[in-house]
């Protein structure tokens, strides 16, 4: 009866809203989802809040992407190495394609990923955008 509350539901869109990911207690080195064992052999994390500021790897624009972001192609999208090593890959907004490089700085922001069904779902999740 629980398992469906919407109250339950929401606990769990919270830890997808924050950007938080898992650190090596041994080596430090951190990941932005769990895993079994860091590379270094050791099956420790402790919780890492990452500050959402990081630099493109690599990006490249999506033209015909998943029907959810029609409304929104092309849009850009980039691997970023976050500050405290962790790498993510997520949407660029608030900018051109052009204006993408290796290197440059990002940084994250709280934005409207899609809405779906018929009362309109609107879900939120994180993207980046090139910090000036
Ligand atoms: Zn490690």
């Not at 629980?2 to 938080?20: A, G, K, M, T």
């Not at 850009?76 to 204006?99: F, M, P, T, W």
Request: with cysteine; glycine share 8%; charged share 30%.
């Amino acid at each position: 009866m629980f398992r469906d509350s919407p109250i339950i539901r929401w606990r769990h869109y919270n830890d997808r809203y924050r950007l938080v990911g898992y650190r090596c207690t041994k080596c430090e080195k951190a990941y932005l989802d769990k895993k079994g064992m860091c590379t270094c052999g050791n099956l420790d994390f402790t919780e890492q809040e990452f500050s959402g500021v990081g630099k493109i790897v690599a990006y490249t624009q999506i033209h015909s992407g998943p029907e959810v972001f029609e409304s929104k192609s092309p849009y850009c999208v980039a691997v970023i190495d976050l500050k405290e090593g962790a790498r993510i890959e997520a949407q660029v907004v608030d900018c051109r394609y052009s204006d993408l490089k290796q290197g440059l700085e990002v940084e994250a922001v709280f934005r409207k990923f899609y809405t779906s069904g018929e009362k309109g779902v609107i879900h939120y999740g994180t993207k980046f955008v090139p910090k000036y």
